[in-house]
Nanobody, 125 residues
Framework: QVQLVESGGGSVQAGGSLRLSCAATGRTFSNYGMAWFRQTPGKEREFVAAISGSGDRTDYVGSVKGRFTISRDNAKNTMYLQMNSMKPEDTAVYFC??????????????????WGQGTQVTISS
């Protein structure tokens, strides 16, 4: 079992920055591929970014490339999402997710076994 808790959400103006954190407890953190997803009311959960267990590989959805950076600190059992140059369309509830297997980096939410409770991010224009 892995427990995930997100933090760092909030409200900022367009062009601003936020950093989300996802703290994990339970099994060996580096054995899990991790990802961030986001969801708005009435829409399916959307892939944002993923990172391998060691942190040497990352992947992003096109709309956030160059603005968001995913990273992890395995010594602290924590994953991060640095979000810069934010836009109103980034407004969503952001979730972190974990998939067993250090090389797992799926775009698909159903391949992740563990989820946090979500944190709200609101960007005003």
């Amino acid at each position: 079992q892995v427990q995930l808790v997100e933090s760092g959400g909030g409200s900022v103006q367009a062009g601003g920055s936020l950093r989300l954190s996802c703290a994990a407890t339970g099994r060996t953190f580096s054995n899990y591929g991790m990802a961030w997803f986001r969801q708005t009311p009435g829409k399916e959960r959307e892939f944002v970014a993923a990172i391998s267990g060691s942190g040497d590989r990352t992947d992003y959805v096109g709309s956030v490339k160059g603005r968001f950076t995913i990273s992890r600190d395995n010594a602290k059992n924590t994953m991060y999402l640095q979000m810069n140059s934010m836009k109103p369309e980034d407004t969503a509830v952001y979730f972190c997710a974990a998939a067993p297997g250090e090389h797992r980096m799926s775009l698909y939410s159903d391949e992740y076994d563990y989820w946090g409770q979500g944190t709200q991010v609101t960007i005003s224009s």
